[in-house]
T-cell receptor, first 113, second 110 residues
Framework: DARVTQTPRDKVTEMGQEVTMRCQPILGHNTVFWYRQTMKQGLELLAYFRNRAPLDDSGMPKDRFSAEMPDATLATLKIQPSEPRDSAVYFC???????????FGEGSRLTVL | KNEVEQSPQNLTAQEGEFITINCSYSVGISALHWLQQHPGGGIVSLFMLSSGKKKHGRLIATINIQEKHSSLHITASHPRDSAVYICANSMDTGRRALTFGSGTRLQVQP
């Protein structure tokens, strides 16, 4: 049963620490999205990749966030240094370009103390 | 600016009732998505539609492109339908980045 896999599921860290979240998209999917969900803002786009190339990261705070796809099976979202306001659930989603359908991972819950 | 509005924000229903959740958006779109999120859980895509109507089991989604409006209907509601339902749209099929509504929290009581 193909699914998007995210790690870690839960992360608690202290302010100032580096956090890396990972996503394994469904095999054969060539678009990957990172979304952030907070109680206050709901779901927001952070970054979008197609064929591993970043096409849109306008929603991402550039000074501390970075997103990459080192290969087709791995997408990473890094926060350095982390701040309490980064506490949220981070979702990765993947799909096939042109089909429109998206598959979401279970999310990574980040708590920054 | 692409804005997505959902109503109601909260909905409580009795088991067996017919439920309707509404979604309005402000710009032309290529596709509209209905998503389901259970408490503490992940997000599941229920429907993606760009015209007409789609049905899956007890769930029906409709869209009126001219009126920029979509509805999600649940027939014969059940407590397991209790979840947050999120409407989202994409303005460009190629880009497919979603703009989300704030969600409708549904509680179905037995």
């Amino acid at each position: 049963d193909a699914r998007v896999t995210q790690t870690p599921r839960d992360k608690v860290t202290e302010m100032g620490q580096e956090v890396t979240m990972r996503c394994q998209p469904i095999l054969g999917h060539n678009t990957v999205f990172w979304y952030r969900q907070t109680m206050k803002q709901g779901l927001e786009l952070l970054a979008y990749f197609r064929n591993r190339a970043p096409l849109d990261d306008s929603g991402m705070p550039k000074d501390r966030f970075s997103a990459e796809m080192p290969d087709a099976t791995l997408a990473t979202l890094k926060i350095q240094p982390s701040e309490p306001r980064d506490s949220a659930v981070y979702f990765c989603a993947s799909g096939r370009y042109g089909s429109g359908e998206l598959f979401f991972g279970e999310g990574s819950r980040l708590t920054v103390l | 600016k692409n804005e997505v509005e959902q109503s109601p924000q909260n909905l409580t229903a009795q088991e067996g009732e017919f439920i309707t959740i509404n979604c309005s958006y402000s710009v032309g779109i290529s596709a509209l998505h209905w998503l389901q999120q259970h408490p503490g859980g992940g997000i599941v895509s229920l429907f993606m539609l760009s015209s007409g109507k789609k049905k899956h089991g007890r769930l029906i989604a409709t869209i009126n492109i001219q009126e920029k409006h979509s509805s999600l209907h649940i027939t014969a509601s059940h407590p397991r339908d209790s979840a947050v339902y999120i409407c989202a749209n994409s303005m460009d099929t190629g880009r497919r980045a979603l703009t989300f509504g704030s969600g409708t929290r549904l509680q179905v009581q037995p």
